[in-house]
Structure formats: structure tokens, C-alpha cells
């Protein structure tokens, strides 16, 4: 795929660490759907991150072909789009060491994601949790994306990233593009349903907390039902109301509706009708996609074909980025 002129280019990927959420449609998956058809594209289930967690490697195979099924179910054509596995490009792992070389120890040590981490995994703190931004940077540098759509967690590590790149440009010149992020105005930040301070997040341990893509309708009716709201039983945005605010907002992604038009339509009405209305929302959002996903998850053949050529586009973008930054950095290429 090369890079037409009017076209941009964006980028996106996601771990391949759990049965992806509602957080991760909303937050980013969507926004990826939309800008697919008219922007050259590239989309990846990362893998290589995934390791910083300690998991079977049975587990580890199995969630990295159902996270990049999960990529197909959504529509990313692999045929107009690079869909694909980051390890099977072994360029991403030798840029982020590249760039380990070129990121201060202390400005690593900044990244709020590394200290929540850290601190839900003290009995494994180890150091690619650390550098984890780093080969994110790597991700997005290789390909020289223009747009990186992402929920907001990420905004920190994609500063680091232009934070990078520029710094080796201005060691070396132009080599890299320096992207930006596209964060959706709504749906950035999907909150727990449990525990409506925390961000929804698909290694949650209390299932309840979050929707995965994959639940039965009944079971996201059931989690909606049971979400943690407040005492007042007013359908009302505020700052304070977390949990009905959080409602509000995964009610608006899924029905285009405003935060005025939501409350005119739950006035005087209590929470039970307003969550059996965003269940209904979420149901009608999600199930055609998780039906898409369970029938794609069966073709392995269709997986493994698109997933190998994903890899081979990929790879040829990547070997040319890769082979520039050695030539900058002065290796001997003979
Ligand atoms: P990951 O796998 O945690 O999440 C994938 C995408 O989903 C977004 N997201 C959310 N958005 C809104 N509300 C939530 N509760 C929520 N939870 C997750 C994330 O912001 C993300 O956009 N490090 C990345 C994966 C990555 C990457 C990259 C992303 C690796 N290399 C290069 C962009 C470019 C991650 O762990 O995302």
C-alpha cells in the first residue's frame, strides 16, 4: 500500500490482553471504522505489549487471533487496509531499541499507565512494562502515520512519541513524520461500570465492571441493570454524577443523541427506565458485530491468509524505515 498524497495516513492498534470492551469500541474501534474508508490505514493487534503481563502461551496465541478476528468483524477491509500481527514485523522491536537509546530514563518515568501498572503488578514490575511506550512510538514511527485515533489513556504516550521524533530529527533530519492523535470528543474515556472513577478496562478482575465485546445480549442487560449510579434519580449530566454521566455518555455514542436531548427525554423519569434504554442502545450497537466476529472466528483460513499478507504490506513499509534510521545512526551496512 503506498501512501497516496490527499491521503492520510493513520494508524491505531490494541492489545491483545483480554476480550476487547465497550470502552475499546467506543473509545477507539469506531473511530477507526470511520476513518477506514477514506484514509490509508493501518491496524494492529499488539502483541509484542501484551507480554509485559505474564500469560499462557496457549492464552497469549488464542486472545492474539481473536483480538485481530475482532479487527476483520469490524469491517476493516484487509484488502484496502494493512491488518495485521506486530510480531510478525520484527522491525517494530529493533526501532523501539533504536529509540530506547534516544528517551530519557526520566521522562519514561512520567507515564502515569507505567506507575497504575506498576502498582496492580508489584510482583511483576518488569522493565518492557517500563519501555512499553517506546515501542509504541516505534509502532506508530515505522509507518509514518499522520493521525493516531485513540482513547484518552493513550494521549500521554503519544506525546512521548513526538517527544522521540523530534528529538532524533533534530539529530538526523527529517526522518520521521510526527503524528498526531485523534480523540474522539465523546467516548474517550469509558468509566467502570462498578466503579465509576476507574476507566472500564478489559483486565478488569470483576467482570461486572465492564462489557465485553463478546457478552450475550441478557448478560449486557444484566451488567447495565447492576451499573453503580447515585441516589438522586435524575437522568441529569454533572461532573459529580459519574456513574449516571458515564451512562449518559455510552447512551449518546450509541444513539447520536446530546446530553439536552437525553435528559428531555428521561425527565421525571427514574434510573430504571434510562438504563433499560441504554442496554437496548448498547444491545442494538454491539450484536451485529459480535455475530460478525463469531462467524469470522471460525474461517481460520480466512485469518491466517489475511493476517500473513497484512504482515507482508506491513513489513515493506516498515524494512524501509528501519533501514533509513540505521543509515542515520551510522551503522555499517557494508
Ligand atoms: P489498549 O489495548 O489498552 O486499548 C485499545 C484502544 O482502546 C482505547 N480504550 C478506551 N477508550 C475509551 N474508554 C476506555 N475505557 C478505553 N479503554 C481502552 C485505548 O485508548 C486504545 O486506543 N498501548 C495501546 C496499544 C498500542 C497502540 C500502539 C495504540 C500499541 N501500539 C500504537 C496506538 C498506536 C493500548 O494498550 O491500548
Redesign the pocket.
Known sequence: MEQTENKKRV?????A?GTP?L??Y????RNWRGMAAENDCIF?V?DL?AITVRSAPADLRRRSVEMYAMLLALGLDPEKNIVFL?SHVPEHASLAWVLNCYTQFGEASRMTQFKDKAARHADNVNVGLFT?PI??AA??LLYNADM???????RQ?LEITRDIAERFNGIYGDVFRIPAPYIGKK?????SLQEPEK????SDPNVKAFISLTDPDDVIVKKIKSAVTDSEASVRWSEEKKGVGNLMTIYACCTGKSFEEIEAEFAGRGYGDFKAAVAEAVVAEISPLRSEYERILKDRAYIEASARAGAEKAEAIARRTMRKVMKKVGFYQG
Open positions: 494508524l491505531s492498534f490494541v492489545q490482553s470492551t470502552g475499546n467506543l473509545g477507539a474501534f494492529g499488539a505489549h506486530q512499553y515501542l509504541m509502532d506508530i493516531v485515533p485513540v482513547g484518552d489513556d493513550q504516550h467516548g474517550a474515556k469509558i468509566l476507566k472500564m478496562s478489559k
